[in-house]
């Protein structure tokens, strides 16, 4: 059974994020000049290129600096950094921020525009304040012609959030990493995981022990939340007093008998990983 999290913004956020996952999908290309006058108008039906299938890494997370009282998310939140994108060949969209995922995603093209542009007309701010810069967002990234899509998850039926359909995108920024207009206020940056790349986790594979350690080993997925792990507990015992530390650690070493607990099951260990990242974020 899953451990139940505090009622709080953070848990709300948790569960936005799993309606919202099934809804997201990978697309775009920095387009050539030629391709850029070729573009479809917005919400031309299209495909994504063949190219973008794979797995993506969460590298970035970047909120409007500027309005922090509206922040769903933290800049570098560790829900959202070093967790995995993929898009297989079939349209099929999964985040492992959640369990499920969209099997068939429905892409929308959208007219070429400035990663500024985007950046400005996705998130508006209220109280007739003037639109976030892209410096704003402290993203390190060129200010370049993007080729955005949007997209939905049919199966997600008529109460899937709107703003996926509707505001959202997902744009190429180079050859190797993606842009995601992500919730309502957090722009993702992601960088594909090269085919047969190397798992690293937080611990040495070579020396796992069990069963739990080898399949955390074999997976980016459950590797990426490893580390998120491992470096909020490190935050929290830095942030500990004398009184608070030995308990911090009686909790994580009582986490790791359950860890262990589940095995090679993945679902039991992503569940197992989500709840602890979520109650150490929540100590912050």
């Not at 050539?32 to 039906?45: E, F, I, M, R, Y």
């Not at 003037?130 to 200010?143: G, I, M, N, S």
């Not at 842009?179 to 047969?196: C, K, N």
């Not at 069990?210 to 590797?223: H, K, R």
Request: hydrophobic content about 45%; aromatic content about 6%.
């Amino acid at each position: 059974m899953r451990a139940s999290r505090p009622p709080d913004r953070a848990r709300a956020a948790g569960c936005v994020l799993r309606t919202l996952a099934c809804c997201a999908a990978i697309a775009g290309l920095l387009p050539s000049l030629a391709a850029v006058a070729a573009a479809p108008a917005a919400g031309t039906p299209a495909t994504p290129p063949a190219a973008f299938s794979g797995d993506w890494l969460v590298t970035r997370v970047a909120v409007d600096q500027a309005d922090p009282q509206n922040w769903v998310f933290k800049p570098q939140d560790a829900r959202l950094v070093d967790r995995v994108m993929t898009l297989d060949a079939h349209g099929r969209l999964s985040f492992n921020v959640t369990t499920e995922a969209c099997d068939r995603v429905a892409w929308s093209a959208q007219p070429p525009a400035r990663l500024s542009a985007l950046v400005a007309r996705t998130f508006p701010r209220g109280g007739g304040r003037k639109p976030p810069r892209l410096a704003d967002f402290d993203l390190p990234v060129a200010d370049t012609p993007l080729r955005p899509f949007v997209a939905r998850c049919p199966a997600a039926g008529a109460d899937a959030p709107a703003r996926w359909g509707n505001a959202a995108w997902f744009a190429m920024l180079d050859d190797r990493h993606l842009g995601v207009a992500y919730d309502s206020d957090t722009v993702l940056v992601l960088e594909r995981i090269a085919p047969g790349a190397p798992v690293r986790p937080s611990f040495d594979c070579a020396r796992a022990s069990g069963p739990a350690e080898t399949a955390i080993c074999a997976s980016q997925a459950l590797a990426g939340y490893d580390r998120s792990i491992a470096n909020a507990y490190r935050q929290a015992l830095a942030r500990a007093d004398a009184a608070a530390r030995p308990r911090l650690e009686q909790a994580q070493h009582a986490w790791l008998a359950t860890r262990a607990a589940c095995g090679a099951d993945e679902r039991c260990l992503s569940d197992a990983m989500v709840d602890r990242l979520d109650l150490l974020v929540q100590q912050q």
